[in-house]
């Protein structure tokens, strides 16, 4: 089949709602099973990017879920295991050290490794990417490109915008590392936050409407992108009332969802539902 008009769509969840500052699991399970349904009805694959205290949490949920159309990755901010630093404030050996313990106890909540990986904050240094290789990861999701939160460490000025694979001595730039990295989709032109962050697709950041356009302007550009594997991640965190149908996050998913599916085409742009391990694997292969 042609795939000249391919674009990759994976919907990511940052999964936290055990964080200090949230702390309300019966919500985290509650906006998961919402958010997962929404998926499921229109045919559409995530990845879920777990905390190890919410996998020791709710494990249940993401053993149900992994047999669906849901990849369960791992998701790791230093604060909430005792440290007082974002990740790209770390070493190469303290980075190991830190994630090969989440994978850890995570793998002892849910019974199974966790297969890609996103930092907190989108935070990472140039150590990032090859301690993430080293614990055993083969993909992950950590780039915002153009994001320039340095309190965050998380600095992507003039990152790669395309999936690639990553480099062992600087994050910006394309590499041989034995790793994946999928990087979520943001617009350059729109600077938020006083010029720090660009807008991206996270759902809680705007109405639908607003999404539209944003949708609209991602599918062209990507369609143009002279890449191998092209692709358009979004994200969101389970801290939303994705089940109730009256709540505005679900409303402005669904219609967000309806939109991609207009627009695509339009544009006539077709849309292959993927988690970020398979828009990896689909690069791998491309790449040989
Ligand atoms: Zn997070």
Same mark, same amino acid.
């Given at each position: 089949m042609d795939s000249s008009n391919?674009?990759?769509?994976?919907?990511?969840?940052?999964?936290?709602?055990?964080?200090?500052?949230?702390?309300?699991?019966?919500?985290?399970?509650?906006?998961?099973?919402?958010?997962?349904?929404?998926?499921?009805?229109?045919?559409?694959?995530?990845?879920? !990017?777990?905390?190890?205290?919410?996998?020791?949490?709710?494990?249940?949920?993401?053993?149900?879920?992994a047999k669906e159309?849901?990849?369960?990755?791992?998701?790791?901010?230093?604060?909430?295991?005792?440290?007082?630093e974002f990740c790209g404030a770390y070493s190469y050996e303290n980075q190991v050290a830190m994630y090969d313990?989440?994978?850890?106890?995570?793998?002892?909540?849910?019974? !199974?490794?966790?297969?890609?990986?996103?930092?907190?904050?989108?935070?990472?240094?140039?150590?990032?990417?090859?301690?993430?290789?080293?614990?055993?990861?083969?993909?992950?999701?950590?780039?915002?490109?153009?994001?320039?939160?340095?309190?965050?460490?998380?600095?992507?000025s003039g990152a790669v915008p395309h999936v690639h694979f990553a480099h062992s001595s600087n994050r910006l730039l394309e590499g041989d590392l034995d790793l994946v990295e999928v990087p979520v989709t943001g617009d350059p032109d729109s600077m938020l936050w006083s010029g720090l962050h660009p807008q991206d697709l996270r759902v809680e950041l705007f109405d639908a409407k607003n999404q539209f356009f944003l949708i609209d302007k991602m599918l062209v550009r990507e369609k143009a992108r002279a890449a191998k594997v092209r692709a358009i991640v979004t994200l969101t965190h389970n801290i939303f009332e994705y089940g109730r149908v009256d709540?505005?996050?679900?409303v402005t998913m669904k219609q967000m969802i309806a939109d991609f599916q207009s627009l695509a085409r339009k544009h006539e742009v077709r849309l292959v539902p993927a988690t970020i391990g398979q828009i990896a694997d689909a690069y791998r292969a491309s790449s040989i």
């Open positions: 391919e674009v990759f769509v994976c919907w990511t969840i940052d999964c936290e709602a055990t964080q200090k500052s949230i702390a309300d699991v019966s919500l985290g399970i509650r906006s998961l099973r919402g958010y997962a349904d929404l998926l499921n009805e229109t045919g559409l694959n995530s990845t879920l !990017f777990v905390l190890p205290s919410d996998a020791e949490a709710y494990p249940e949920l993401l053993r149900e879920l159309r849901f990849e369960i990755g791992l998701h790791y901010h230093p604060h909430e295991e005792g440290h007082d313990m989440a994978i850890r106890r995570f793998t002892d909540a849910v019974g !199974f490794r966790p297969t890609s990986f996103r930092t907190g904050s989108f935070s990472a240094n140039d150590m990032t990417f090859p301690a993430v290789a080293q614990v055993g990861f083969r993909c992950c999701s950590s780039s915002l490109p153009e994001r320039r939160m340095t309190k965050f460490r998380a600095n992507w709540d505005f996050r679900h």
